[in-house]
């Protein structure tokens, strides 16, 4: 201090107080937050101490030493406010204050545990299944890509009208035109889906490979885990092949093995050496297992594949240039194609309509994901609303009976903010704990969830309970436990009087509060109706999809599919002795117990076939305006027929006389008959495979007399038309494909194990694949179907016991609070039955306003699903009926319970009470 007494100007403000002291105090309390207890005793030892010394200089003084003792307590001023005033610089009150808040709503949820379970099983629920389903959405369709500025990377796509044009793939020369005008486009990477034939020491297995250009990894924004991935040097003819593992192969077929770089490997026989392994990221249009430079590929890397327009078997990935935008790529890329088409005229049949489309890669790797994920994440978002407003009425009617506390609390001094407080905490120990089962809850079904996510995106694999999903579920409970917070009224101050002259009852008790009660229930049962009616939908399709007609007569049939020709290797050669160990395959296991006939074909039933071909009738001019006609290409031998039970409707099957070197015959199914022969009989017609396609294939534009008709087969999926097929004999074309169907008198998979010791004899090197029978194939079709239906079903359900949950108790709440009514009713004369048609009479309205407003909303929320049913109209009358019956069973059985109770009141008892 300056002698003045006045601040000693030449000290700085920082040491005399300022940020100096503010950071000094904040420590303190810190501190003391961390040694409160410590220092408790040492304050406690220190008055007491004081108190002791003036309590003996009053002894000194003559007085007795209780009066002594009395007189220094009353000098101290009191040791509990000492204690106070000394404690109040030390810790953070507010952080004392949330905790004993805490403390008591523990010891508040521990006095009414059965609140407690119903909250935190309803909000589990609720929490569990928007977690899990949003774990889902977020790895498939949100969830950045893992490459390289993933939101760079585009996909573009050729496609046509007419069968099978959906993706046509590219030419090079088409890639080559779009890479040197395409200025929005940065680089353009190829990549062709192929499979080759990995040969290990004891097996061999069939792989998925992409052939890719050597930039194909820096496009897509990919790093190697081991090695290095493939170099523009990679590229051309006179390079070695080379092979880069995807992370998901290296560690399933090879164990993570990291001396696997360098090592040579065998595919189709020859020597291919390992780069690398590249980072785990998904890749379209499917798993891929390895990726390769083009040079394995003979047919890839010949002239008439890298020259002629025609050929497109390549797909085309991008990267945006720097400041390009989507639009400006699409924009772009329709001006480049117009004016190709216009170039090369004879490339592009102007009847079927060529386009590209550009499309971000994030969202064609979910496109087909998307709508189910949305269906499924809109019915989990349903049954959260439904298990809030269940939680929200069982909160209202807990606020009835703990009106009285409140209100006892607001008139000592508690303002609605500390109240609200309380409330809070409360709260948001209820959501936490609801939120951790919740997340339990979905862990144990993400197994499930991830299956059905791989039927529709690559991405499947980048689903898990990650950061960001446990931040979405941290969200969910905040937000209901804010929810929960504002919902139950509190006392004000100016109006204490008459809530304590009411006795607290107001609290959720008010009409307003029943009104927001009722109209919750409403809400319940409307939600839940049209998730039952999208439930009913769905499995109703299902159903129709489980009795759609295969196009096989009854039986069980086996399939497995045995390559043993490389498409890129055909030869006249090989092809012989590929066709010699079938027909050994087809003869030895033909002489099994249980077998009754053995088929060869190209493709097996119920698969779509791999090759679509433009065909040419006899006689026939192609129209102009009008997309190319064209038909799936299959092999099949005299007995493929009769072993998959496909019905001959007209003309004869394949017999041993149709071989190489015979008259060329086929044999086509119905729609092919109906599409282009219509009202007229095609046996004795003839037809040509045509189109450019041809020049690159060892088959031939020679005529070809169709000698049969065959029923239609669901080979496209149950929930697909049936397509033209031309079915050709076995014996008669390059054996490029192929596969055995085996027709049992009995259990068809248990004649698994003996053909396939049978084929690894005969031909040891070559893969066995989709060993299956046809029953198995059909209910793969049906696997994500009947994955959708259960679980919107089970949200249904969920839904609809939950809302019947709280039709129970808003009606017993009501009926609670109307004992002394009813009492005085039934001493007046009321029977038993009347009191229970009162009741069940206030429930059956809350009842039939929600149906009503359900099937509305049903009505109009069923026609979004549209898209995922089959055989079912959107608004299908028995679906909408069997609905409104069940819901209305359930909420009467709900609502029966608390009119029983009502029934049984003693009007005395109530009367006393």
């Not at 929005?184 to 069939?206: H, K, N, P």
């Not at 096989?552 to 002795?577: F, W, Y």
């Not at 086929?666 to 092919?672: E, K, P």
Request: aromatic share 6%.
């Amino acid at each position: 201090m300056a002698q003045n007494r006045g601040p000693d100007r030449r000290v700085s403000c920082a040491t005399a107080g300022g940020p100096l002291r503010h950071l000094r105090a904040a420590l303190a309390r810190i501190a003391g937050l961390f040694a409160r207890y410590r220092a408790d005793d040492d304050l406690r030892d220190e008055l007491q101490s004081h108190l002791d010394m003036e309590t003996a200089e009053y002894i000194r003084r003559g007085m007795p030493p209780a009066a002594a003792r009395r007189r220094a307590q009353l000098a101290s001023g009191g040791l509990t406010q000492a204690a106070e005033s000394d404690r109040a610089p030390r810790g953070l009150p507010w952080f004392d204050s949330v905790i004993a808040d805490i403390r008591y709503a523990l010891r508040a949820l521990r006095r009414s545990p059965a609140f407690t379970t119903a909250v935190v099983i309803t909000l589990a629920l609720g929490i569990g299944a928007n977690t899990a389903i949003f774990s889902v959405l977020r790895g498939v369709l949100l969830k950045p890509l893992p490459h390289r500025d993933g939101d760079r990377l585009i996909y573009l796509r050729q496609s046509t009208d007419g069968p099978g044009g959906a993706n046509l793939s590219f030419s090079v020369p088409e890639i080559s035109d779009f890479r040197e005008h395409a200025r929005s486009l940065g680089s353009i990477a190829e990549y062709s889906t192929w499979f080759l034939t990995l040969q290990g020491d004891s097996d061999a297995v069939r792989i998925d490979v992409g052939l890719v250009t050597g930039n194909f990894f820096e496009v897509m924004g990919l790093s190697p885990v081991l090695g290095r991935l493939t170099q523009p040097s990679d590229d051309g003819t006179d390079v070695p092949p080379v092979m880069v593992l995807t992370h998901e192969f290296w560690l399933r077929r090879f164990g993570g093995d990291s001396s696997i770089v360098g090592r040579q490997v065998r595919l189709d026989g020859t020597p291919v050496t390992v780069i690398g392994v590249v980072e785990a990221a998904p890749f379209f249009p499917g798993r891929m297992d390895a990726l390769l430079n083009i040079v394995i590929s003979k047919h890839h890397s010949s002239a008439l594949m890298v020259l002629d327009r025609t050929h497109r078997m390549t797909e085309m990935v991008a990267r945006l240039a720097p400041g390009a935008t989507v639009a400006e790529a699409r924009a772009e890329v329709v001006t480049i194609r117009t004016r190709i088409q216009r170039e090369f005229k004879e490339a592009y049949d102007p009847g079927s309509h060529y386009r590209v489309a550009v499309i971000p890669f994030k969202e064609v790797m979910g496109e087909r994901a998307r709508p189910t994920l949305w269906l499924l994440m809109g019915a989990a978002a349903f049954v959260l609303v439904i298990s809030v407003a269940n939680v929200v009425n069982l909160t209202l009617m807990r606020g009835v009976r703990r009106g009285h506390e409140l209100v006892v609390r607001a008139a000592l001094g508690a303002g609605v903010l500390r109240l609200r407080r309380l409330l809070l905490v409360e709260n948001l120990l209820l959501t936490a704990i609801a939120g951790s089962v919740g997340v339990l809850i979905a862990h144990g079904g993400l197994g499930l969830l991830v299956s059905l996510a791989a039927r529709y995106s690559p991405r499947a694999s980048e689903i898990r309970l990650d950061a960001p999903v446990l931040g979405f579920t941290i969200a969910l409970a905040l937000i209901v436990a804010l929810l929960l917070s504002f919902t139950v009224p509190l006392p004000k101050e100016g109006t204490l009087a008459g809530w304590i002259s009411a006795g607290g009852r107001w609290v959720g008790g008010s009409p307003r509060g029943r009104r927001l009660q009722r109209g919750l229930v409403i809400a319940q049962v409307a939600v839940s109706v049209v998730l039952l009616a999208g439930a009913g939908l769905l499995t109703r399709t299902m159903m129709q999809l489980s009795g759609v007609d295969t196009g096989l007569t009854s039986g069980d049939v086996l399939t497995m599919s045995v390559p043993l020709v490389n498409p890129a290797r055909v030869s006249a050669a090989a092809d012989a002795a590929a066709k010699v160990s079938y027909d050994r395959m087809r003869r030895e296991i033909r002489v099994l117990p249980g077998v009754m006939e053995v088929g060869l074909g190209s493709t097996m039933p119920l698969r779509s076939s791999t090759i679509q071909i433009d065909v040419r009738v006899e006689g026939e001019r192609h129209a102009m305006d009008q997309p190319m006609p064209r038909a799936d290409f299959r092999t099949a031998s005299a007995e493929y027929f009769r072993a998959a039970g496909i019905s001959l409707l007209g003309g004869r099957e394949f017999s041993p006389a149709d071989r190489a070197g015979a008259d060329k015959v086929v044999i086509v199914n119905r729609t092919f008959a109906d599409w282009y022969f219509p009202g007229a009989n095609p046996l004795g017609r003839r037809i040509a495979w045509t189109g450019e396609v041809l020049r690159f294939t060892p088959f031939s534009r020679e005529w070809r007399t169709i000698v049969g008709v065959v029923g239609n087969t669901r080979d496209g999926g149950l929930d697909a038309e049936p397509r033209p097929v031309v079915f050709m004999p076995f014996a008669q074309e390059f054996a490029m494909f192929g596969g055995l169907v085996i027709r049992a008198d009995g259990d068809a998979s248990a004649l698994a194990t003996a053909a396939t010791r049978i084929v690894h004899r005969i031909a040891p090197t070559a893969p066995i694949e989709n060993v299956l029978t046809v029953a198995q194939i059909k209910d793969e079709s049906l696997a994500p179907r009947r994955l959708n239906a259960v679980l919107i079903s089970l949200f249904g359900l969920l839904s609809v016991c939950i809302a019947a949950v709280g039709i129970a108790g808003v009606l017993g709440y009501s009926v609670s609070a109307r004992t002394n009514e009813i009492g005085i009713r039934m001493s007046l004369g009321a029977d038993a039955g009347r009191v229970q048609r009162m009741v069940l009479g206030e429930g059956g309205v809350l009842l039939a306003i929600g149906l009503a407003l359900g099937l509305i909303g049903a009505y109009f929320a069923t026609g979004v699903i549209r898209g995922l049913l089959f055989g079912v109209p959107p608004h299908d009358p028995a679906t909408f009926i069997g609905v409104a019956v069940m819901t209305a069973v359930i909420g009467v059985a709900a609502c029966w319970i608390p009119a029983r109770r009502a029934a049984r009141i003693d009007p005395a008892i109530a009367m006393r009470l």
